[in-house]
């Protein structure tokens, strides 16, 4: 018993007679705590001031965080101590849009053999804001029924701009820069080339974030109705934005969410930050309320994210309709969802049973709003408006009849 317990015996009377004096310091700070979604950063915790001589150690593990995944895995670093300082780095990926905390780490500073040890706690949790992946989205430059005077559409008007409308005599009030010589020289009279206004429209982005239907796994993996709605809109305002246009955001599910109709790249940032917020624990708006707090203009574009299974989104997409908007219905609701259906409430018989018949309903009423002039598709990244901009464009270029 003597010889197995003196050296367990001196090793404890060593740890008690040298240790620390005073409590170390933990300083935790991240490389960019602003990130967009698959992006990656380093968690840097660093002990250095009143750091004993004779801590040989430093241990630091992380609260695993979910939609954060860390490098290494565990989440957990071991750093020996040199020249008085020790710093650990993890590295952190978000997988989903979102505003989060990095909650506070556990970290243990131990002298040789173990014979003392100091828990450290930081003093702050640090906030990662991810900011929705933008999908490469295009779209034709056919917008109906422009309406400014700064974007890069094509007005059905003549006036100051970079597209060519034809040549023209010269009249009292044109510019001399645009006299075109070489017409002039030819016909013997002063010729101008006219050119297309270019013009803007106010583009309203309608995220509906009081359903949230599906599974979400993050950017790697399956998409909820409320991914695909997030990330469909930042991409929309981003093509529109990068334009000229003027977007604007409205969110369903609050009282008072949305952005305000502007443009440029501010605009866009302020969008982003607006939809890490997004959240399907908004309430349910009846078409009522939406129209009361959310008014658009008559001649604006309209796109509605939503996967179209509320009465009051349906509901208000009528009322927009017979206001004189153009509106697209970008449906939402992942493809395989009757599948998720069937895996989570295989115990459920009726469930299932009951969901096919919503999505009936569902498409019948998807089949009246195409009545009235809506369409629906849905998202797909690039190219998915091309085809409906460009039969509303042609649709609003065609002369009216007055009765």
Known sequence: MAVLGLPLAFVAA???????????????????DVLFEGQATTYRLTVSEALDPDIDLVVASLVRTPWFRYDPPQAAVAESVANGAVTVEVGVRSERWGLRQL??????????????RAKVTSAEALAVSTLPLRDGFEAVDAVPRPAGLVGLHRSRRPGEGTELAGVRPFRTGDRLRRINWK??????????????SDRDTEVVILLDTGTEVGISEGIDGRSS?????????????????????????????????????????????????VLVHADRRGRQQDESQLARRHRIRSDSLVLVLSPL???????????????????????????????????????????????????LERRAELDR??????????????GTLDEVLRDAARVSAAPRMRS
């Open 103 to 116: 909650e506070h780490p556990t970290v243990i500073a131990t002298s040789v053999l173990g014979g003392y």
């Open 14 to 32: 060593w740890g008690r007679y040298l240790r620390p004096r005073e409590k170390p310091v933990l300083k935790t700070e991240l490389d960019a």
């Open 369 to 382: 709003l195409g009545d009235l002039g809506v369409p629906t598709v849905g998202w797909r990244g690039a």
């Open 183 to 196: 017409v002039s020289a030819r016909t013997r009279e002063l010729h101008v080339t006219s050119t297309w």
């Open 309 to 359: 299974l509320h009465q009051g989104i349906l509901g208000y997409i009528v009322t927009l309709v017979h206001s004189g908007c153009t509106v697209i219905a970008v449906d939402t609701l992942p493809p395989d969802v009757a599948d998720i259906i069937d895996l989570e409430l295989h115990d459920a018989k009726a469930w299932p049973l009951a969901w096919r018949l919503r999505l």
């Open 225 to 273: 109705s409320l991914d695909t709605a997030v990330r469909a809109a930042a991409s929309i305002a981003e093509h529109y934005l990068r334009h000229g246009d003027r977007v604007r955001l409205i969110d369903t599910g609050t009282a008072a969410g949305g952005v305000r109709a502007g443009s440029g790249r501010a605009h866009l940032r302020r969008i982003l930050d």
